[in-house]
């Protein structure tokens, strides 16, 4: 019996087959100019809208228009601001433009006005919209940290996320729908008691005094039961100073309470930017080729085995802006390496699972590049789902290197490396194997796979046979069913010629040695 590992060539023809874009798209000047439309919110908040605008425009082609509520004869001027943000636009050479609405819910009846007005005032310019801020994860993340920020025990706690601007039931509702998408996110990482959602009606609105009285005795008879309540701002209000705020204003409705209020709102936070980001980003269909990045994550090991990857990955590097994220899935490294691609200026990313097969990494990476959220339904009960990153960039993704179309190839010459007379040999590819019947099943249809195309070559056609095998290391009762197949096969086999074992690795046989 021979073990033989999958050496450097392997992992070569692999990163070679993965990495592979075709052509990159030179950069093109019809790319869209960006609208941010945002509430008037008054000098200081104004002032925190700016700011974020303003790094914001370092990087696109926009304009900012602040638009409000018509109280009299006011309601006109922020037509000007409309118009005046296409001019800049057509000024900017844009021949469309993507509106990026700052506003937490699509429902906000402010935003559904200009919504309504603002492509009479495009002039030929096509329009399309963004989605509001509610969709998005990355806003789903400032809530959360407003909440950690002042959660201690969530078990005993109750959450009041509080939204504004209500005009009638009806848009109450909607608020509230979009609303409970970022709640629902909340819940994944903190299991409160209680929770649950205000909304306050707009000043204006029919009945605003009484209704928004009985939204405040609600929420006091709620502080007023056991444990703690948290009450925390899911909008962006007005701030004409730091006491004329609408943070403030509700804030004194409850400080006679036994209530702990977060007396942040949604801005300022730096996921803002990142949002603005990746909304800008998604409607870039040409990128320039150093705005192309990959990561690539393999399982990774000890010393030697690291080196091994890298060795072969130095090369593409000389065409590919390229971050290694070892591990199964690890937030916090494939953090850091998307950070490190996108602070050289990187929008897209390619994402590479170095795992044997498509599925292996892939519904817990997607969930956690903000691709997915099939991973949180997969997870069992009480389980709290890894970070998701915090990132601008647009992701692809690919894995399964062992369904790749030269894998066979590959396997043909581990075969020719060290077959002599295959009519006496019997050849078992072994593999790592997974913990549920069927995952491994599925493995090993992927080997034979691969043992049908060897089959097609004249060497390997003579072989006694081809066996897939897996080990299922990880899983000790599994293991120990596993290896005593996979002894009790090359014992028989062994009667009657020569085995191979070709260990079906990434690389290294190490383990293999061992069990066997």
Request: glycine share 6%; aromatic share 8%; net charge neutral.
């Amino acid at each position: 019996m021979m073990k033989y590992p999958m050496n450097k060539l392997w992992i070569a023809l692999l990163l070679l087959t993965m990495v592979n874009f075709g052509p990159v798209t030179v950069f093109a000047q019809t790319q869209p100019g960006f609208l941010v439309v945002a509430p008037d919110r008054g000098f200081l908040g104004n002032q925190e809208t700016k700011k974020l605008f303003e790094q914001f425009q370092l990087h696109y082609p926009a304009a900012l228009a602040f638009v409000g509520d018509t109280y009299g004869n006011h309601g006109t001027a922020y037509t000007a601001y409309v118009k005046n943000a296409f001019k800049q636009l057509r000024a900017l050479n844009a021949k469309s433009v993507v509106v990026i609405p700052l506003f937490l819910s699509d429902a906000d009846p402010q935003l559904q006005a200009i919504r309504n007005l603002l492509p009479a005032h495009a002039d030929g310019l096509t329009v399309e919209w963004a989605p509001s801020m509610s969709e998005s994860y990355l806003i789903g993340q400032i809530l959360l940290d407003r909440v950690q920020d002042i959660s201690q025990s969530p078990e005993d706690e109750r959450l009041i996320l509080i939204g504004i601007g209500a005009r009638d039931e009806q848009s109450e509702q909607a608020i509230k729908e979009d609303l409970t998408r970022l709640l629902k996110y909340i819940q994944r990482y903190r299991a409160f008691r209680d929770s649950e959602i205000a909304v306050y009606y707009h000043r204006d609105a029919e009945n605003a005094r009484e209704t928004n009285d009985g939204i405040t005795a609600h929420i006091t008879k709620q502080a007023a039961r056991q444990g703690r309540t948290l009450v925390v701002p899911a909008f962006i209000g007005v701030k004409f100073d730091h006491m004329m705020a609408m943070t403030n204003w509700i804030q004194r409705k409850f400080q006679k309470l036994n209530v702990v209020f977060q007396p942040s709102e949604i801005t300022p936070h730096s996921n803002l930017l990142v949002w603005l980001k990746k909304t800008a980003n998604q409607y870039l269909s040409d990128v320039a080729p150093g705005e192309i990045g990959v990561v690539i994550m393999p399982h990774g090991s000890i010393q030697p085995y690291n080196d091994a990857i890298e060795e072969v990955v130095a090369p593409l590097t000389n065409r590919y802006q390229i971050e290694m994220a070892y591990g199964m899935g690890d937030s916090a490294i494939i953090q850091q390496a998307v950070s490190r691609l996108e602070q050289r200026g990187v929008k897209k990313i390619v994402f590479g699972r170095m795992y044997g097969l498509v599925e292996h990494m892939k519904a817990k990476t997607d969930y956690i590049l903000g691709l997915s959220d099939e991973y949180v339904h997969e997870l069992q009960q009480g389980r709290t789902p890894p970070a998701q990153i915090r990132s601008a960039a647009i992701f692809s993704t690919f894995g399964g290197y062992e369904q790749g179309a030269d894998i066979a190839q590959v396997l043909h010459e581990r075969i020719m490396e060290i077959s002599q007379n295959p009519s006496e040999e019997t050849v078992i590819l072994l593999a790592h194997g997974t913990k549920t019947d069927e995952d491994n099943q599925a493995w090993l249809s992927v080997i034979n796979a691969n043992i049908e195309k060897l089959r097609q070559d004249p060497h390997c056609a003579k072989l006694k046979t081809i066996k897939a095998m897996t080990v299922r290391e990880d899983w000790p009762e599994l293991r120990e069913k596993a290896v005593k197949e996979v002894r009790e096969f090359i014992e028989e086999s062994s009667k009657t010629g020569k085995v191979l074992v070709i260990s079906n690795r990434l690389y290294g046989s190490v383990q293999n040695s061992k069990m066997l």
